[in-house]
């Protein structure tokens, strides 16, 4: 436990002392946030705001991993999933600000991008880990065999959680402090349970780098993860969830993340067919700014939604593993 400790504060110290000098370049450079005229009024005054701080998240997780792990296929395969994540969201940071198109990289490039690295995740955990193309349903203490479905359903556990934590990183610090929680809970499963004291080291190395990001993320926030940080922390929690054979169990461990993206889905659905809105704006954490919260009552109380569910969760597992 006592290297777990020793990443995550070194990390977290990393992240506090090249943060200031990033954001005083990023600020020079003028690559600053582009705010959708369509959200909430209040965030025009965010625009011009730091972002891409991905780039700050990602080196100080990087640095003391790298020098402390034992470099294991199960750790190197999650790092390089984040990290492989973070640079698709940094290519696309890149392409709205200084490329400046508003859209970023198209669709079909993400995709295929997503796909590669989906199925190299799914060769490193079936072929040099030994995981079986199974998938536990520890509610109800059953596996079903995928078979060569197995890489099809990474796929959809990466862009789904990706694409998840994008959607939540709408308000200062509350992407990062969800993030930080789940993954608290990933370091109690990989290592009080299952001993994968490598993996717990590199969720060790995340924690640390979030809870340092919000130091300059939270309300009024200096500077913003952008895609770089979202994409990462969310290819970092896909991976995780394949290593630890939890795919399933993330739907409830990310909870936050779900009802995010649940509500944009059933937004769009809504609109579609019945010409109605079901949300005052999604993502549901613009709902509740449009509904008169405060930012500050907004993120705190997320994160407190976001610490039941990964309570919750942690808990089955335990129960699970009896």
């Not at 999650?78 to 200084?98: E, P």
């Not at 199974?134 to 065999?145: G, I, K, N, P, Y």
């Amino acid at each position: 436990m006592g290297r777990v400790l020793i990443a995550g504060t070194a990390s977290l110290l990393i992240c506090l002392f090249l943060a200031p000098s990033f954001i005083a370049f990023i600020a020079r450079r003028e690559f600053g946030q582009n705010i959708r005229e369509d959200g909430p009024k209040g965030h025009m005054s965010k625009a011009g705001t730091p972002t891409m701080g991905g780039i700050i998240i990602f080196a100080s997780i990087a640095i003391p991993f790298l020098i402390l792990t034992a470099g294991g296929w199960e750790e190197m395969a999650v790092f390089g999933t984040a990290l492989a994540c973070a640079l698709v969201g940094f290519a696309d940071d890149y392409t709205k600000i200084v490329k400046k198109r508003s859209l970023g990289l198209r669709a079909r490039t993400k995709l295929g991008v997503t796909m590669i690295i989906s199925v190299a995740l799914w060769w490193v955990a079936t072929r040099k880990v030994g995981l079986p193309e199974t998938v536990r349903l520890r509610f109800v203490d059953a596996e079903v065999d995928l078979g060569w479905l197995y890489p099809v359903f990474i796929y959809l556990v990466v862009a789904g959680s990706t694409s998840a934590v994008n959607l939540t990183d709408g308000l200062d610090g509350l992407a990062a402090g969800c993030c930080a929680i789940v993954l608290l809970a990933y370091i109690g499963i990989t290592f009080l349970t299952t001993g994968q004291s490598e993996l717990a080291l590199l969720c060790g190395c995340l924690v640390g780098a979030c809870v340092g990001f919000l130091w300059f993320n939270s309300f009024p926030a200096s500077i913003f993860m952008g895609d770089t940080g979202s994409l990462g922390l969310g290819g970092a929690l896909a991976a995780l969830a394949v290593m630890t054979q939890t795919e399933i169990l993330l739907v409830l461990l990310g909870g936050i993340f779900v009802l995010e993206a649940l509500s944009v889905v059933i937004q769009v659905i809504s609109f579609r067919f019945f010409r109605r809105r079901v949300f005052l704006m999604a993502p549901i954490h613009h709902h509740f700014e449009l509904k008169q919260w405060s930012e500050t009552k907004i993120i705190l109380r997320f994160w407190i939604v976001a610490a039941a569910f990964s309570a919750i969760a942690f808990t089955l597992y335990q129960s699970s593993i009896r």
